[in-house]
T-cell receptor
């Protein structure tokens, strides 16, 4: 079957670094997406990885290992506005997204 | 603002009502999606339309009926819903066959069924 696993909740301190892990199992693979969703709002696109390695975008970076079925989202210099849910989604061979349940990130001052 | 709008933002309906959710995308995309998001659960794909043709129906009950009159508009018609259908309904669009497979989401309709 197809499955995405990510932690339910994480807590971090303002100014610190946090890594949110995601493991996936899909029928075929066409890339791994990370989205951010603030409470009551739309998921917004953060990153896309299809090749192994690290993609950096400002304070956010995303890593992919296809052989391990593993990805992580790294957030640096955390700000209070980074408090949100982070959704991991893998695209299968039919170009459909298989979603994780999301990781709720709580930032403390 | 992602270029995908949804109305209404909030909807409360009884089990015998009929209502419709509307989605419009201003991105020139050719694929549109309906998702259901329940608390602490993964997004559930409901329907997919590519070039106005329905290409996916994920075993959704017939009390949900989609309509895609053109590539910019998508509707979800609701009738005789159940309380367990209360959730956030998200619309998304994508440029199928383009350089990127990214889906862009609307703000959602928060549906409560009494």
């Amino acid at each position: 079957g197809q499955n995405i696993d990510q932690p339910t909740e994480m807590t971090a301190t303002e100014g610190a670094i946090v890594q949110i892990n995601c493991t996936y199992q899909t029928s075929g693979f066409n890339g791994l997406f990370w989205y951010q969703q603030h409470a009551g709002e739309a998921p917004t696109f953060l990153s896309y990885n299809v090749l192994d390695g690290l993609e950096e975008k400002g304070r956010f970076s995303s890593f992919l290992s296809r052989s391990k079925g593993y990805s992580y989202l790294l957030l640096k210099e955390l700000q209070m506005k980074d408090s949100a849910s982070y959704l991991c989604a893998a695209m299968d061979s039919n170009y459909q997204l298989i979603w994780g349940a999301g990781t709720k990130l709580i930032i403390k001052p | 603002e992602t270029g995908v709008t949804q109305t209404p933002r909030h909807l409360v309906m009884g089990m015998t009502n009929k209502k419709s959710l509307k989605c419009e995308q201003h991105l020139g995309h050719n694929a549109m999606y309906w998702y259901k998001q329940s608390a602490k659960k993964p997004l559930e794909l409901m329907f997919v339309y590519n070039f106005k043709e329905q290409t996916e129906n994920n075993s959704v009950p017939s009390r949900f009926s989609p309509e895609c009159p053109n590539s910019s508009h998508l509707f979800l018609h609701l009738h005789t819903l159940q309380p367990e259908d209360s959730a956030l309904y998200l619309c998304a669009s994508r440029n199928s066959g383009g350089d990127t497979d990214t889906q862009y989401f609307g703000p959602g309709t928060r549906l409560t069924v009494l």
